[in-house]
């Protein structure tokens, strides 16, 4: 129940920023890159998959893989910034989005290996974020924004994996991962 009450405040909280997600729109940079992150099909599922799989995995998985994506996310974005070119960084993302929704589907792998492959992840969504990081007086304050947003998203993953209990708990879990995945597949064919 403690679960549910967190991820219903935290979803309350996201939906202005769904209602807003015009990027460049704030002048500050903080709403702007809380938004972002709400105006893509392919990071919510990303980060939201995320969460469920690293519940999934359960104990300190909870918070290592998570965590790990979103340092890696802000190295990869910093990436971006300075221009630092990635190869096929759209076509890794799609294949991140279908990755991670298969993953979430209950693949049980020890923390550490879990915490690279999302770290990997990572690397592309903080790519683009960097790439795409509007031309405003506060970029501070745009990272600051995506990168709570994605903690946001990460939370919400985490809480619907909380949520599942029994046999048609664990039936619903596999149909989202698998959704997520083919979600992925249809991003990769365009």
Known sequence: MKYRKITTTLAALALPSIAHAHVGLHADGTLAGLNH???????ILAMVAVGFWASTLGGKAVWIVPSAFV???????VLGVEGIALPMVETAIALTVAMLGLLAFEVKIPTPVAAI???????????????????MSN????VAGFLTATVILHVLGIGLASL???????VVARV???????????????
């Open 37 to 43: 992150p709400f105006s893509g099909l392919d990071h």
């Open 71 to 77: 340092i890696v996310m802000a190295g990869g974005g």
């Open 117 to 135: 492959v999302v770290g990997i992840c990572a690397l592309f969504h903080g790519h683009v974020h960097g790439i795409e990081l509007p031309t």
């Open 139 to 142: 970029a501070t304050g745009y």
């Open 164 to 170: 599942r209990f029994g046999k048609a708990g664990q």
């Open 176 to 190: 989202a991962g698998g959704a997520v995945a083919l979600a992925g597949a249809a991003l990769l064919v365009g």
